[in-house]
């Protein structure tokens, strides 16, 4: 029964420092006025440089409509636009716009110093047995999902 319980306790944690981390972004998000799921299609473009709405779909688990809402907000926006495929006009991708691309810049400098900030107080061996243990959880889970 312990191993349950000292399973759970991990499993809080891991959900408390989510969230944690996830209200830090956010709040480092207020000032530049885009929503998470804007941010999420803005991160998923940064990857893939450009990206299908299906695509889209499917990545973030979200219905066609939602999705293509929140492209559009962004296209008005000026920070994507759409562009069809050379190859096959059929296709229609979403890419950073000049605007975008240099908000992607500024907000990856933005989260990086957000990050920073929140594991300063950490000295370089607890980062560094933070780092390991969080890579043999994340290995471990791989694992059994295989």
């Not at 296209?75 to 605007?99: L, Q």
């Not at 980062?127 to 295989?146: C, D, V």
Request: aromatic share 6%.
């Amino acid at each position: 029964m312990k191993d349950t319980m000292n399973s759970f306790q991990i499993a809080m944690l891991i959900k408390e420092i989510y969230s944690m981390t996830t209200n830090s972004i956010s709040n480092s998000l207020k000032p530049c006025g885009l929503t998470h799921q804007q941010i999420m299609v803005m991160k998923l473009i940064g990857h893939k440089k450009k990206i299908t709405i299906s695509q889209l779909c499917e990545e973030m688990s979200l219905a066609k409509g939602t999705v293509s809402g929140i492209v559009q907000r962004l296209e008005n926006a000026g920070y994507v636009k759409k562009i069809k495929d050379d190859k096959d006009k059929r296709n229609t991708y979403v890419v950073f716009s000049e605007k975008g691309l240099e908000f992607a810049k500024e907000f990856r400098t933005s989260i990086n110093n957000t990050f920073d900030k929140l594991f300063e107080s950490l000295s370089i061996e607890e980062h560094k047995k933070i780092e390991e243990a969080l890579k043999l959880l994340s290995k471990k889970m791989k694992e059994s999902e295989e």
